[in-house]
């Protein structure tokens, strides 16, 4: 039996990365970040994959935040490697991912949890879901993009008061606030995830990396979103997908994008 922290299948062309930590909620230790930051990159380059499904393990947590008794004795400099390591392996690995990530969040997604969610570029959320960043509560703020991803998913306001209260959020409340972008019950969350992957499987890949790159550049510092739109949207006309596409369009017939 594998001792592996994180369980991968593949389904026509989903890959799930579970997170399997039970008797710690899911909690993010080194050794899990460090699991999941290579099979995000190693699913980027195998050509059966095409979009990643995230969950945690069991009905109660999807992580429920980096592992506090990992980090309790830490100190500045400490924290800030570790940051910095989790940001650039993981966090900004997933954003930046060629192929969609959807976050499936089965109960619980607090601190590192909620921020590796944020990370991704969907989230749907079971009904028993309750997110939070109380990093505040524990003498600490976000670490791991939380201070900037929630800003940008929810607005300026309600970022402030869910980090500031260092409160829970429950499943409707963050489908109003557009926390999550659905919510279902627990028992059809894989389902409602597997169903929003198949409808991004319908389109080019090569449309959808290049979809993502475009949203991300209008977040990086020094870029100009409409001109990296432009210069993306130029380069679609050189793909083999674009061609497909426009191809199958007159043809009237269903695509078969080669992802090129
Ligand atoms: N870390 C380690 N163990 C955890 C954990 C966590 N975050 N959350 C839960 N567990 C463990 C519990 O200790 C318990 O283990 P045993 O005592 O049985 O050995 C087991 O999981 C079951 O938890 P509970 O017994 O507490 O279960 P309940 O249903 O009663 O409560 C709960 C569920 C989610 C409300 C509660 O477990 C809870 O409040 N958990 C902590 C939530 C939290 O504060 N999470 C951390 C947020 S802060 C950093 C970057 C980022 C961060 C930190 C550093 N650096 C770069 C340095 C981020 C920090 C955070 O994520």
């Given amino acids: 039996m594998s001792d592996s922290l994180i369980h991968s299948s593949i389904n026509a062309g989903v890959l799930t990365l579970t ?22 990159e190693n699913a980027q380059t195998q050509p059966d994959i095409q979009v990643i ?31 910095q390591h989790g940001q650039d392996h993981l966090f900004n690995r997933i954003e930046r991912s060629t192929k969609p990530v959807i976050a499936a969040i ?14 991704c570029h969907v989230r749907i959320a079971s009904e028993n879901a309750r997110m939070g960043l109380p990093e505040v509560s524990l003498g600490a ?9 929630l800003p940008q998913v929810v607005g300026k306001g309600k970022a402030f008061e869910i980090i500031l ?12 606030c557009g926390l999550v972008n659905q919510v279902v019950p627990l028992e059809s969350l894989a389902e409602a995830a597997d169903n929003m992957a198949r409808k991004m499987m319908k389109n080019s890949p090569r449309a959808l990396q ?26 679609s006309f050189e793909t083999e997908d674009f061609k497909e596409g426009t ?7 269903k695509p078969q994008f080669p992802g090129k």
């Fill in 106 to 119: 089965n109960g619980f997604a607090l601190g590192g949890g909620l921020e590796l969610a944020l990370a």
């Fill in 165 to 176: 209260t260092a409160g829970m959020v429950n499943a409707a409340d963050g489908l109003a």
């Fill in 210 to 235: 290049t979809a993502i790159q475009a949203v991300l550049a209008g977040y990086e510092e020094g870029i100009n979103g409409f001109e990296a739109e432009i210069s993306c949207f130029g380069a």
């Fill in 19 to 40: 997170i399997t930590r039970p008797e710690a909620l899911n909690a993010l230790n080194a050794a899990v970040i460090s699991e999941l930051a290579e099979a995000i």
């Fill in 53 to 83: 499904i995230l969950t945690g393990s069991g009905e109660k947590a999807f992580v429920a935040g980096a592992d506090i008794k990992e980090f309790a004795n830490f100190n500045a400099k400490q924290g800030k490697q570790l940051a």
């Fill in 247 to 253: 191809r199958a369009f007159i043809e009237k017939r």
């Fill in 141 to 149: 703020i976000p670490g791991y993009g939380g201070t900037q991803r």
